[in-house]
Antibody, heavy 121, light 111 residues
Framework: QVQLVQSGAEVKKPGASVKVSCKAS????????INWVRQATGQGLEWMGW????????GYAQNFQGRVTMTRDTSITTAYMELSSLSSEDTAVYYC??????????????WGQGTLVTVSS | QSVLTQPPSVSGAPGQRVTISCTGS?????????VHWYQQLPGTAPKLLIY???NRPSGVPDRFSGSKSGTSASLAITGLQAEDEADYYC???????????FGGGTKLTVL
């Protein structure tokens, strides 16, 4: 069965960086994009960007350009999202999701369990 | 401010029918981009509910249905059940932003 298992909760100080991992299993890792979406407490879903694990191509939302980096290690079917220059506004749950495009459009059919990142001095 | 607009909340009694709207623009839904819906139960990750406007993944009850017209889409839930109480998000692709866009989410309360 398809599973995306994310790394554990993180506490970071303002100005620091955080790197969240997303271990994929149960499917061919290079056949689907990995997208990252975050959700602040009580707020909606905010799309951060996508990565193609096959080509390593990426696309980032304007709000995160210059501050986010999405990478992968195909040997261990794991995707990573690193966010730098953290501020309190980055406190949120970060999700990875398996996404792809077919005749029904581009959508995400499996999601990780989420990783809480808390930014506090 | 989300690119796709949803009502913040809707409510209905058990057994009733409710609809949730999702309004976009000419660069996303109006441009022909498909609309997808996710259900997020409290404290859990989003779950794909409807894809390609109207399709349901395996295991999703047929009480959930989707539609699209022009620059808007709708999610309908019939025969409301207590377990349907959740947040619902629409999602599409925006050609101007070259990326995924979400609605702001709608909280469904089952009275």
């Amino acid at each position: 069965q398809v599973q995306l298992v994310q790394s554990g909760a993180e506490v970071k100080k303002p100005g620091a960086s955080v790197k969240v991992s997303c271990k994929a299993s149960g499917y061919t890792f290079t056949s689907y994009d990995i997208n990252w979406v975050r959700q602040a407490t009580g707020q909606g879903l905010e799309w951060m960007g996508w990565m193609n694990p096959n080509s390593a191509n990426t696309g980032y939302a304007q709000n995160f350009q210059g501050r986010v980096t999405m990478t992968r290690d195909t040997s261990i079917t794991t995707a990573y999202m690193e966010l730098s220059s953290l501020s309190s506004e980055d406190t949120a749950v970060y999700y990875c999701a398996r996404c792809g495009r077919d005749s029904s459009g581009y959508y995400c059919d499996y999601w990780g369990q989420g990783t809480l990142v808390t930014v506090s001095s | 401010q989300s690119v796709l607009t949803q009502p913040p909340s809707v409510s209905g009694a058990p057994g009733q029918r409710v609809t949730i709207s999702c309004t976009g623009s000419s660069s996303n839904i109006g441009a022909g981009s498909d609309v997808h819906w996710y259900q997020q139960l409290p404290g859990t990750a989003p779950k794909l509910l409807i894809y390609g406007h109207t399709n349901r993944p395996s295991g999703v009850p047929d009480r959930f249905s989707g539609s699209k017209s022009g620059t808007s889409a709708s999610l309908a839930i019939t025969g409301l059940q207590a377990e349907d109480e959740a947040d619902y998000y629409c999602q599409s692709y925006d050609s101007s932003l070259t990326g995924v866009v979400f609605g702001g989410g709608t909280k469904l309360t089952v009275l």
